[in-house]
């Protein structure tokens, strides 16, 4: 028996040594990281152990200090560890801090937040402190114990005597094992403030001795005063937050809520203190009881008639701000981050609690009752509402939203701006014969009748009424002046086609001065370009040469020599579409000249618009004799 025992204790203390060994060989596993989150993690660890003695009714005041060598003291006034000896020959004190999950075992029963998800115990936050000391008073005396990488330093000590009762925990984060040891203050208060909400009546006291900054956490009305706090500056439909309470099946249920006149939602819930951001088998509970009490009542009172559909759970909820928070033994925590609730038996005691509480409140509390269904009502209308808004939208092509397109537009099937392509063509004539010869995919031909109008001279509203250029406009897409928007170019290729005669020179630089002085982003963007097309047709045998001016032609004749023949075209109009597509369409045999943005400056638009006609045309020549070729 005796041997059997002795060697129940060194294996047990084998596996305690392994126990914490493993901990400090990897710390993430235990307290998530090893950066700040972990650091910080380990003042929430102890801070829970203090709040599970809250929970279970013998605290009521914590009181968290920085100092300023980083070390952190927790101090609570609840019943203190156990220090009598452990069946191991070893205290309950020394157990707790030195053996992993080992709290729990200790005092049994009770709603605890150590053990659970964060609740690794303080014996992780041993393992990782270069030193911990812990004070206990307990039974008229205070105890005091050393320790270092979770392993006692000193025996377990009386030092002085004391009425009262509680636990002092200190520890130095150890420095070999976190990336810092700084600790931020900002992201302890968040949660110290938050554990006050839930525990009504706990007195949270933090201190930073670093910045000599304190505060004093006491929520009187618990999560009541939470719902507040979330509701402050906003329109509240009630004066003061509902709030219900019960316990079922062992389980602590704990609402409260308020709405304001918002469209959104604020939803918190709670197991054992813990933040449940991913919902659960709590937060379903309460939803359907939620929603199904709200029809129902809505019906009883006639508020929906007998046709109406039933409000759904986002129609109740617009405008609620709501705290749940319920406590139970063995919490389950599921999900990505170990934040939603699993229990199953909790839906059915959630719903139940909340349902019977709810109900009860909207009989007895009718013009408040009749207030919220007519806001879920109101939202269920804007609802639909939105609903036939997107339907109609789904409906049209985002081309049929837009302005309409103009009716002599001959667009082209693709989509895809990148790849179109529209020529502004001079003449009807010209214009169907190169409807005719484009590649319909992605040529897209916009016909313009006669002179257009010269905006040099021409307000931008007159611009704006011409229907010329209301077409060019609306078949661009971009907008024009203050409107224009590059990103709504239905065409990356913008390609003025006119004839090759001096008319055409006029329009051509009509146009350009159109699109310098009002879509100026187009020429700067590239999308601007000129068709060359050919003002002689040379026929030599079976061969056929286009020659875009005299020169050309007296090249092409000098090697022809005899029989030849010569047309003239007067313009693009006298081409068949053949020839257009050939030589002035085709993507592998045309020439076209993009509008660089040096080619226009104020000056030169002056120039070529204004009213001294014999510079004009010396420019508009000169101009063209400038463009790059580039296609
Ligand atoms: C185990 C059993 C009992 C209390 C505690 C642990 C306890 C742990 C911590 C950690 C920080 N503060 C704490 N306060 C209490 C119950 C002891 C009893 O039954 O008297």
Redesign the pocket.
């Given at each position: 028996m005796a041997k059997a025992k002795s060697s129940d204790y060194n294996a047990d203390k084998i596996h305690v040594l392994e126990g914490l060994k493993a901990v400090r060989k990897r710390p993430g596993m235990y307290i998530g990281s090893t950066g700040p989150s972990g650091l910080h993690h380990l003042v929430y660890e102890?801070v829970d152990?203090?709040i599970?003695?809250a929970m279970?009714g013998?605290?009521d005041q914590i009181l968290v200090t920085i100092h300023r060598d980083n070390s952190v003291t927790?101090e609570?006034n609840?019943?203190?560890?156990?220090v009598d000896k452990h069946k191991k020959g070893k205290s309950?004190l020394e157990v707790?801090l030195t053996v992993l999950h080992s709290?729990s075992k200790?005092?049994g029963g009770g709603y605890k937040v150590?053990g659970g998800l964060h609740g690794v115990g303080?014996s992780v936050v041993n393992a990782l402190s270069s030193q911990l000391d812990v004070w206990v008073k307990?039974d008229g005396k205070v105890y005091h114990q050393q320790y270092s990488k979770g392993k006692a330093v000193s025996a377990l000590q009386e030092v002085s005597l004391s009425s009262r009762t509680?636990?002092t925990?200190k520890f130095s984060p150890d420095p070999g094992i976190f990336e810092t040891v700084e600790f931020d203050s900002d992201t302890l208060l968040i949660r110290l403030r938050e554990m006050a909400y839930l525990n009504r009546g706990l007195k949270i006291t933090f201190r930073d001795e670093r910045s000599d900054r304190s505060e004093v956490f006491f929520q009187k009305g618990g999560i009541v005063d939470f719902v507040k706090a979330l509701n402050e500056g906003t329109q509240v439909l009630f004066d003061k937050p509902i709030y219900f309470s019960a316990e079922k099946s062992d389980v602590q249920v704990e609402i409260a809520f308020q709405y304001n006149d918002a469209f959104s939602e604020t939803f918190y819930s709670f197991a054992n203190n813990i933040r449940t951001s991913e919902g659960g088998t709590h937060e379903v509970g309460f939803r359907n009881a939620h929603t199904r009490v709200f029809n129902d009542y809505a019906r009883k009172a006639r508020l929906l008639k007998a046709d109406d559909q039933n409000l759904t759970g986002d129609d109740v909820r617009e405008g609620l701000t709501c705290i749940l928070s319920i406590r139970l033994q063995e919490p389950q925590f599921e999900g990505q981050t170990k934040a939603k609730l699993g229990n199953s038996e909790i839906r059915s005691i959630v719903d139940s609690v909340f349902a019977e509480n709810l109900g009860a409140y909207l009989e007895k509390h009718q013009s408040v009752a009749r207030k919220l269904i007519e806001k879920a009502i109101g939202a269920a209308k804007a609802r639909d509402a939105a609903r036939k808004a997107r339907e109609l939208a789904r409906r049209k092509t985002p081309l049929e939203q837009a302005s309409p397109l103009p009716g002599k537009l001959a667009d082209c099937s693709s989509k895809d701006p990148a790849l179109c392509e529209l020529f502004l063509v001079e003449g009807d004539s010209a214009g169907g014969s190169a409807k005719q010869a484009r590649y319909r995919a992605n040529q897209a031909i916009l016909p313009l009748r006669g002179k257009i109008l010269n905006v040099e001279k021409a307000a931008l509203d007159k611009i704006k009424a011409n229907e010329e250029l209301k077409a060019i406009v609306a078949a661009l897409g971009t907008g024009i002046g203050k409107d224009f928007d590059l990103s709504k170019a239905r065409y990356h290729k913008l390609v003025v086609m006119t004839d090759a005669d001096v008319d055409g020179a006029h329009i051509k630089t009509l146009l350009l001065t159109l699109v310098f002085r009002h879509l100026g982003p187009l020429i700067e963007a590239g999308y601007v370009y000129i068709a060359q097309p050919p003002l002689y047709k040379v026929r030599h045998g079976k061969k056929t040469h286009y020659c875009q001016n005299d020169r050309e032609l007296e090249k092409v004749l000098k090697n022809a020599k005899t029989g030849y023949s010569i047309q003239r075209f007067k313009g693009l109009g006298e081409m068949s579409p053949e020839e257009l597509w050939e030589t002035t369409m085709d993507p592998e045999t045309r020439t076209l000249k993009r509008v660089e943005p040096s080619f226009f400056d104020d000056d030169a638009c002056s120039t070529c618009m204004g009213n001294d006609i014999a510079r004009r045309r010396e420019f508009i020549q000169e101009c063209f004799a400038q463009t790059k070729d580039r296609s």
């Open positions: 102890v152990n203090s599970d003695e279970a013998y605290c927790v609570d609840g019943r203190g560890i156990p309950a707790i709290g200790f005092g150590s303080v307990r509680g636990t925990i």
